[in-house]
């Protein structure tokens, strides 16, 4: 054989790999992605089995199972405790080679889970949990945040409640990563705005009774008692705010993180006129009502979905049309992140809207409060729209950004 002619075979051969190499990356197309929540305490129900529903509809929208995909959905429940939810997601990638992990309500697993996801190169699919630092200091390119964050909450509850003339305040604060991140924001807007925060006490999760924590805040004379908690820990510490005469005795209620299940949860009676955030709510438009009516005869208890859970849904519809647009499953997290934040986001439930190079995706935010009894024509009729926060108001400033992805 001629120099020539070995020359001449080693090129065929390399390009023979590439063009078989191809082929099977192409076809690679099975993905597993593990929803990782609180299946049965305080956060169950805005996220829980409700949020796997939300996924496999997902799923199916994709059309992805039509083309050929094999997608599969595990579940698994963290119980609030970082070293759970890590040991979970660690047998995931490990043993059943999950792809992605979704939801992850309850900051301080979602964190250490985003360490362990950008070690391990899969995707993490926030709509969960809260803290904005998943997309600031604590960001990674294997972490997305799709719904809302502590920033947005701040900068529509506080704010409002300042400019109207609430500009002393007092935090109960869940004594973890997302009640501390919330206090933290939400009393940088007040301060910011005019305010004065006036003290804080910190509560542990879940706990049940309050009223050592209320005591403080109504001795605190502030106008606006701030609670930065969520799910059964707010349910119960505006039940018990009742029962001690909070709001009969001047102050006000800000419930920085509230959700449609807490207000079924509570009743009109109990939760009229309190003002709170969220990026989602199922009476919004006809894509919105669409969507809500379909997932409510899937769900338990036919529950209209939650914000975390409607972003569960278009976030896993996104992820799954950059697996398409990749050609494949690529088995390589960071790559079909980039993807997900190069392709132009557009879904029913929150519309168009850039995923940016922090990973927060920018939507519109919402004012809401709760309507009187007498106000609500219906079951789950339960919110009236005060005002709508600009996307670009409802993120934090790229340019104020502390993520190390984000170039200045």
């Not at 820990?233 to 209620?253: H, M, P, R, W, Y």
């Not at 989602?280 to 769900?299: G, I, P, V």
């Amino acid at each position: 054989m001629t120099a020539f002619t070995a020359r001449r075979l080693a090129a065929l051969l390399a390009v023979a790999g590439v063009s078989l190499a191809a082929p099977a990356y192409a076809q690679d197309k099975a993905v597993k992605i593990g929803v990782l929540n609180d299946m049965s305490s305080l956060y169950a129900d805005i996220g829980g089995p409700n949020s796997v529903v939300a996924v496999k509809m997902a799923i199916e929208d994709s059309g992805l199972l039509k083309k050929g995909w094999k997608i599969d959905v595990v579940s698994g429940d963290h119980q609030n405790k970082p070293d759970v939810g890590v040991n979970i997601a660690r047998q995931w990638i490990d043993n059943d080679k999950v792809d992605a992990i979704a939801d992850t309500p309850n900051s301080g697993v979602a964190l250490a889970v985003s360490n362990l996801v950008k070690e391990k190169n899969i995707a993490l699919l926030n709509s969960g949990a809260a803290t904005a630092d998943l997309t600031g200091k604590a960001c990674t390119p294997n972490t997305i945040s799709f719904t809302y964050d502590t920033y947005m909450l701040a900068n529509g509850t506080g704010k409002a409640l300042t400019k109207s003339g609430g500009d002393t305040w007092f935090f109960l604060t869940a004594d973890y990563a997302f009640g501390h991140a919330l206090e933290r924001d939400t009393s940088a807007v007040v301060t910011a705005n005019g305010g004065k925060v006036l003290g804080g006490v910190k509560h542990p999760i879940n706990t049940s009774d309050f009223s050592s924590f209320l005591l403080q805040a109504q001795a605190s004379k502030a106008k606006v008692v701030g609670l930065a908690n969520a799910g059964g820990d707010t349910t119960n510490a505006i039940k018990q705010a009742s029962e001690f005469g909070i709001v009969a005795g001047g102050q006000k209620l800000a419930a920085l993180l509230l959700f449609i299940n807490d207000v079924h949860s509570l009743g009109l009676k109990t939760a009229q006129g309190l003002t709170f955030t969220e990026s989602f709510y199922w009476d919004l438009n006809d894509h919105t009502r669409a969507f809500s009516k379909r997932f409510a005869a899937l769900a338990s208890k036919n529950a209209m979905p939650s914000m975390t859970q409607a972003g569960n849904y278009a976030m896993v519809l996104h992820y799954l049309k950059a697996m398409e647009a990749l050609g494949g499953n690529p088995h390589d997290g960071a790559k079909v992140i980039a993807k997900m934040k190069e392709l132009p986001t557009d879904d029913p439930l929150f519309g168009k809207g850039p995923l940016r190079a922090d990973g927060r995706r920018l939507i519109p935010a919402y004012l809401f409060e709760v309507k009187k009894p007498e106000e609500s024509k219906g079951p789950w009729d339960y919110y009236k729209q005060i005002a709508t926060i600009a996307p670009e108001d409802a993120a934090k400033p790229l340019e104020a950004s502390d993520c190390p992805l984000v170039k200045k």
